[in-house]
C-alpha cells in the first residue's frame, strides 16, 4: 500500500469515530476573554457537521485525495449522480416535514397509542405494521424519516 492510501484510510477512520463521538457527547471550547470581547462570543461548540469538511480538507492536503476525485464526487460522471441522491433525500424530508405540520403524524401517533391500551407489545406490533406498509408502499428513507416523528410525538403523549 501506498503511503496516501494509508493515510486516506486513517483519516477516514478517524472521521467516523470523532464524528460519532461528537454526536454522543458534544463538545464546547471556552473562548478566552480578550478574543471574545471583540468576536462577542463566549463559547464555541464544534458541531459534528464540521468533522467530515476537516476530513475533506485534510485529505485533500495530504494528498491522499485529489481535486478531481474530490469533484468528480459532488458532480458524478455518466454512472453515478450524487446530486439526484441529495435532492431526493430534501424531497423526503420535505414530505416527512409536511406531514409533520399538517398534524398528521400526531394523529397517527395517538390512534397508535389508543390502539395499544398500554400495552408494549402491542404498541411494537402496531408500529412494526406500520413501518412496514410505508415502507412497502414508499421507500425506506420516507419511513424511517416519517417514523421518527411519529415515535417522537408518541413518547412525549405517553410522558
Known amino acids: 500500500m501506498l503511503f496516501k492510501d494509508i493515510a486516506a484510510l486513517v483519516i477516514?477512520?478517524?472521521?467516523?469515530?470523532?464524528?460519532?463521538v461528537l454526536v454522543l457527547v458534544p463538545v464546547t471550547v471556552k473562548v478566552p476573554a480578550r478574543l471574545a470581547a471583540r468576536v462577542r462570543i463566549k463559547q464555541l461548540t464544534i458541531?459534528?457537521?464540521?468533522?467530515p469538511v476537516a476530513g475533506a480538507i485534510l485529505m485533500l492536503c495530504t494528498g491522499s485525495l485529489t481535486g478531481q476525485t474530490f469533484a468528480q464526487g459532488i458532480v458524478g460522471d455518466q454512472h453515478l449522480k450524487p446530486y439526484g441522491i441529495v435532492i431526493l433525500f430534501l424531497a423526503l424530508a420535505y414530505i416527512s416535514t409536511s406531514l409533520d405540520s399538517t398534524g398528521c403524524l400526531a394523529w397517527l401517533a395517538l390512534h397508535i397509542t389508543r390502539l395499544s391500551k398500554g400495552h408494549g407489545t402491542a404498541l411494537f406490533g402496531l408500529y412494526f405494521a406500520l413501518s412496514s406498509v410505508i415502507t412497502a408502499l414508499l421507500s425506506n428513507d420516507v419511513s424511517i424519516m416519517t417514523l421518527t416523528v411519529s415515535?417522537?410525538?408518541?413518547?412525549?403523549?405517553l410522558s
Open 12 to 20: 477516514f477512520c478517524l472521521v467516523i469515530l470523532l464524528t460519532i
Open 47 to 51: 458541531s459534528y457537521a464540521a468533522v
Open 151 to 157: 415515535c417522537q410525538l408518541q413518547m412525549l403523549m
